[in-house]
């Protein structure tokens, strides 16, 4: 029944953003939390038998309020702002590719752009990993009602099994939403 | 990050239960699916870094059906039953245990009466494993109206982690409730 030696290694997606309190390349408490969960309780010493995905979904900047204070004198500077979201985006993967590398698992990390929680369900569809990790950020009911949950919405429509992982009650931040 | 040789092992819990088609002692398709999975997605070759915690809940048969054309003659019949009943439950669990024991993973089973959520719930409270694992039978929102299920119960309520595993369509019985 155990897997054989040799067989494919199981596939782990690993959802991870950015910390809304300190901003990129910061990663969310939350996404760090499930990202060492999965390392410690799942993958322990078996590194050659696991693949993570790392995958980060980054929220398109619709109402331009990052780039308030910005002037566009030529179509050059908005390429620069598509570049420096870009940068932002890949310096947060840096942080859990180079822990992945460190310990010696196999990884495969990549940034989308949309709806976190729909680009996930999307990505699960397309890469079909064995099931996928979101770190919860344990919002009370109150507060679910105007942030919404990513991880309730992946564990309801993501087509696998799907591991939500609470923080730590010690890694709550005084507001939750600051994760 | 990732575990040293030597650390506690990851303590799964795995909620099984018998088939509604064959009864006892065989297990239920979602219970078995969702056994093989942790073996093989999960545990793989590491079998010395897990603990599997094999739970069953008996349902209580409130309105004796089962027993409908028993007689009862004195006490010694009524502990009969109860023998019996619990017998069934061992019979089950035999299955899982005896696998574990090939492969090589140690585990814990045991036997608990009343409502299979609310008990798996109040398990994980006292055991504390790592995270929890439960069968789906992938019942339509139809059919959930009438059977409900103990999986969506767990997600929501269990003071863990919780990977529900849905079955293989082509596990999947002409009727899902035949599980």
Known sequence: MAAEEGTAPTRIMVAVNES????????????????????????RTNTSDFKLLLLHVQVPDE?????VDSIFASPED?????R????????????FVNHCH??????????K???????????VNRVQPDFLVVGSRGLGPFQKVF??????FC???????VMAIKRHASQTPQDPVDD
Chains 1, 2 share one sequence.
């Open 155 to 161: 564990v309801k429509h993501a087509d696998c099994p």
């Open 113 to 123: 752009i949309g709806d976190p929680k729909e680009v996930i369900c999307h990505e």
């Open 20 to 43: 809304t309190l300190k901003g990129y390349p910061h990663a969310s408490i939350s996404s760090r939390g499930a990202f060492d969960w999965t390392l410690t309780k799942i993958v």
């Open 147 to 152: 942030v919404g949950t990513v991880s309730e």
């Open 78 to 82: 908005f390429r620069t702002v598509q």
């Open 63 to 67: 109402d331009g309020f990052d780039d």
């Open 84 to 95: 420096r979201d870009k940068t932002r985006g890949l310096h947060l993967l840096e942080y």
């Open 102 to 111: 460190e310990i010696g698992v196999a990884c495969e990390a990549w940034i």
